[in-house]
């Protein structure tokens, strides 16, 4: 994300960002839509469409070139299966043949109740609805846009997994925590393998820095 | 398990072994069983009531001490909440008050279809499912058999948690089982730690071979 590396724009780009509403997903958003060139897609995606809306007007004011870049909000719970479905309908109607990047960015995640030891862990439709947010949805939600955006010559893609010290170092009562971001990161690193699997695109990790 | 150690018992347990039906979960349900003390109770738990009956014949035909073990079966689904709650309904009913070591063997899994690639999960019912039976369902167990049998003098509570190489190393067309593996042994590490959370019983994660 870096303006000092040998690339100083993102392109032509169709960027969507999980959890844009706030926090580091929000700033994530205003950077990004300073590096991307006209003719641009942003599709922001959160629960709050309130918020979504105020980060949506901070990045339209902060980004390059003004009208050239297209913000979409989608106020969505992506735990939903129906959530994912409306978030990659607007994938595809925003991704444009001219486009010359897709980069997708699995900021999205709930800390959860770090308060809670794993012995009180017992209602199963909790757990799972954790999981499914912060684990399913984005390997769902990867697997969609890869499939919305499919490869061509002079097309780049781009999944980023925003991730955490905690997918490596365990901590007593960030259970849920910790497990669902070793799984992201188990994913991610899965799925950017080699061979006959390889899916065409770039696969990161990278920390928000807690 | 090993009976070349200085314990050559588990004592007088509670032994809970889920996907005991087959292949490792069987093989160590019938080595469990030799290490009962008579007064034990096994409980084993898979999806196939008739693999299962037939394991615990073998079981029973290799116990030591013949009619001093009872060893009943739970022919459950455990990615269903329902299913969870026969099996703990069981636990309870089977849990007494001379038992010195409660043991539970976290071995049930799935493999998935490995041969698919990360792109091709699109379906988040199926992610949902499949993280639901190899991931909350084994923490759901955990805390619910912590409760079920409660901390006091004398007895002694252990975990154990199969895992495999595939938690730490990932695999591209092993997706879901490498993300399912690392989620559990992130979610058995944190809950080992110590201070206010350590769960008073000893939680282990071993591999089974593969």
Chains 1, 2 share one sequence.
């Not at 960027?15 to 990004?32: E, N």
């Not at 769902?140 to 955006?149: D, F, K």
């Not at 499919?150 to 490596?168: D, E, F, M, Y």
């Not at 901590?171 to 690193?189: I, N, P």
């Amino acid at each position: 994300m870096s303006s000092s590396g040998t690339r100083t724009d993102l392109g032509r780009a169709l960027c969507i960002i999980t959890g844009a509403s706030r926090g580091f997903g929000r700033v994530v958003a205003r950077r990004v839509s300073e590096l991307l060139k006209p003719g641009s897609a942003l599709v922001l995606a959160a629960r709050s469409g309130d918020e979504l809306r105020a980060a949506a007007a901070e990045v339209t004011g902060a980004a390059a070139g003004g009208g050239g870049l297209r913000v979409h909000c989608v106020p969505v719970d992506l735990s939903l299966s129906d959530g994912l479905k409306e978030l990659l309908d607007t994938v595809r109607t925003s991704f444009t043949e001219d486009m010359d990047h897709v980069l997708l960015i699995n900021n999205a995640g709930s800390i959860g109740d770090v308060s809670r030891y794993m012995r009180s862990f017992t209602n199963m439709a909790e757990v799972d609805s954790y999981l499914s947010f912060n684990v399913s949805s984005s390997l769902c939600l990867t697997a969609g846009v890869l499939e919305a955006c499919p490869r061509r010559p002079g097309l780049r893609r781009s999944v980023v997994n925003i991730t955490s010290l905690c997918a490596l170092k365990p901590h007593c009562s960030w259970v849920l925590y910790c497990t669902g971001k070793a799984a992201r990161d188990m994913m991610f690193q899965g799925a950017g393998g080699g061979g006959a699997g390889r899916p065409g695109a770039q696969l990161l990790s990278r920390t928000s820095g807690h």
